[in-house]
């Protein structure tokens, strides 16, 4: 009798190892807001989103009638300025933020009023004034105008190409009020809102967002109970065989060994696999959209492939760790089992 019930409840134990943890093991490590928040920092997305916004930012027609002028911009005058006005701590702890609200709304089951997301509206009132900023610091350090290039460089309706020398501060209001203007279309290519993916009022009643939040509300309800479970077969199949210790400590720690061994062999591939797409930007082309429609378009969803790459392989590497986790227990169990010389193992 001890065989066939030591074998079903090695069988349930491995089955429910093999469905059950990495389901657990992926929804826990997407609602964990701290994790989410280290595998964006990981995944260099603030470092990619100063560059891309300081490529935009470039390619636009004002600041490229600059290039050769006093008042030129270069790539550091701008990343100086982005990380400024978008420091990394407070870019994380926004992701964090966000994260958490989407959470909660998995939690609570309800669709959310608006898109959870970001209102980047009054940083780019902050950007432009750190931009301006910039070209002041250029002006001071030019020479003073004589009155004869004040008033030449004034009656040119303040072609900032013709400028080298610093004009005086009644015409540097003017100059300012210009500069201003003419930056504000360059600061609008920053996107008003950056919304969490997926998490808008209509999508969230979309059948898959539906069947998530049941999926999300029945693993938190069960999973305590799943694990305790799992280790209640272990501990039975301990029991049935409690009269060898030899065999005992064997036969518990084989289905713990099956399943790391298994579970490795899942996982381990899929995390080197993970790691490679994560490397090939040619890959992420694929998904190119078309940018004349949203001039951050492509580089955002860049972001979320990169993002979701990061987060699958993060995800992986996390499995491939239980897996031997698993393994290691059930040699040591074995092993202990094999060191007891005491007893006999029966057949």
């Known amino acids: ?7 079903l409840f090695s069988i349930l134990f491995i089955l429910g190892a093999l469905t059950f943890v990495p389901v657990e093991g992926f929804f826990n490590e997407l609602t964990d807001s701290d994790h989410f928040t280290g595998v964006v920092e990981g995944g260099r997305l603030y470092e990619q989103t100063i560059r891309w916004t300081r490529r935009r930012i470039l390619r636009e027609d004002f600041v490229r009638s600059l290039e050769g002028t006093a008042l030129q911009l270069d790539a550091t005058d701008i990343d100086s300025t982005l990380k400024s006005t978008f420091p990394e701590e407070s870019f994380l702890g926004q992701i964090n933020r966000m994260h958490r609200d989407a959470v909660g709304v998995l939690s609570s089951g309800t669709a959310p009023e608006r898109p959870i997301g970001l209102d980047l509206s009054n940083k780019r009132e902050l950007l432009l004034k750190h931009l301006i900023g910039i070209f002041e610091r250029k002006l001071a350090e030019l020479p003073a105008c004589d009155a004869a290039d004040a008033l030449k460089f004034a009656a040119t309706s303040f072609d900032v190409k013709s400028i080298n020398c610093r004009p005086p501060e009644k015409i540097m209001e003017r100059l300012r009020t210009h500069l201003q203007k003419s930056m504000e279309p360059v600061t609008a290519v920053m996107p ?20 998530i939040r049941k999926a999300y509300s029945i693993l938190t309800g069960i999973s305590t109970v799943i694990y305790l479970g799992l280790g209640l077969l272990l501990v039975l199949i301990f029991y049935v065989n409690r009269s060898n210790r030899s065999q005992a400590l064997f036969r518990t720690g084989l289905p713990l060994l099956i399943a790391g061994i298994l579970l490795f062999l899942l996982f381990f591939p899929a995390h080197w696999i ?37 987060f699958l ?17 059930g040699v040591g169990l074995i ?8 007893e006999v193992p029966e057949v």
Do not use: W
């Open 1 to 7: 009798m001890k065989t066939p019930l030591t074998v």
């Open 192 to 211: 008003s809102t950056l919304n969490f993916p997926g998490f808008y009022p209509e999508s969230m009643k979309s059948m898959v967002m539906t069947e």
């Open 274 to 310: 993970a790691d490679q797409f994560l490397d090939m930007p040619r890959m992420a082309k694929r998904f190119e959209v078309d940018v004349t429609t949203s001039p951050f378009g492509h580089d955002l969803m860049q972001a979320e492939i990169r993002l979701a790459t990061a």
């Open 313 to 329: 392989s993060s995800y992986f590497e996390h499995m491939a760790k239980v897996a031997g986790m698993m393994f290691f227990m």
């Open 335 to 342: 092993v202990g089992g094999r060191m007891i010389k005491d």
